[in-house]
């Protein structure tokens, strides 16, 4: 197997990877290296429909990744009290099983007991937030976002521009125990560090 054969492969492999991403910037990032890898081949080897079209879906990856480079999307964060019970239910129960793969045995009356937000991006309900405060520390009981829109945004809003928010109610600091890497790495990402003195568990200082 030659040089070039290996970049067609590699190429392929790649694009075929990044139509299994739910998240759609995922996708458009995995995409665009996969079709670079295969105009690439198409060069090497002189096939030059090979080579147009996958430079062309390079310009289609990048100037959609650009557009959404742009775009400032807006959040807000909804109190069950204001969302009401039935609508968060249907939202749990579809998406349970994802919930459950982060956070489980919470069971849905956990959540609706606790001080749960909804979280919305451009209007679309896209996670929530949900915490229990004892003093100064506010236990996190779960904070879910759907696959589509696990791009960090929404930790940020929550974790760092809607900080003087919880600031305000006495809160110092949050904390999470978490066994999921996954969510362990959204943790990090978002500013906390992990407590030496209990394994799994996570802290931020606000």
Excluded: C
């Excluded at 458009?28 to 429909?49: C, D, E, K, T």
């Excluded at 807000?76 to 045995?105: C, M, T, V, W």
Aim: avoid cysteine.
């Amino acid at each position: 197997m030659n040089l070039a054969e290996l970049i067609g492969y590699a190429g392929s492999v790649i694009i075929l990877v990044s139509l299994l991403m739910r998240s759609l910037v995922k996708l458009r990032w995995i995409n665009l290296a996969g079709s670079v890898l295969f105009s690439l081949y198409g060069l090497m080897i002189r096939a030059w429909p090979v080579f147009g079209i996958n430079a062309v879906i390079v310009g289609i990856d990048a100037w959609f990744l650009w557009q959404m480079g742009r775009l400032r999307d807006y959040f807000d964060l909804a109190p069950l009290s204001e969302i009401g019970a039935g609508y968060f239910r249907k939202f749990f129960l579809y998406h349970e099983n994802d919930i459950q793969a982060f956070f489980p045995g919470t069971p849905f009356e956990a959540l609706a007991g606790a001080e749960t937000y909804l979280l919305f991006r451009n209007m679309l309900p896209v996670g929530f937030f949900s915490m229990e405060q004892d003093g100064e520390e506010a236990r996190v009981v779960a904070d879910y976002v759907v696959p589509e829109y696990r791009d960090f945004k929404t930790g940020n809003f929550v974790y760092g521009i809607k900080r003087m928010y919880f600031k305000e109610r006495g809160i110092k600091r949050f904390a999470v125990e978490s066994g999921n890497p996954v969510h362990q790495k959204y943790l990090i990402r978002n500013g906390f560090r992990a407590d030496a003195k209990t394994p799994g568990r996570f802290i931020k200082a606000l």
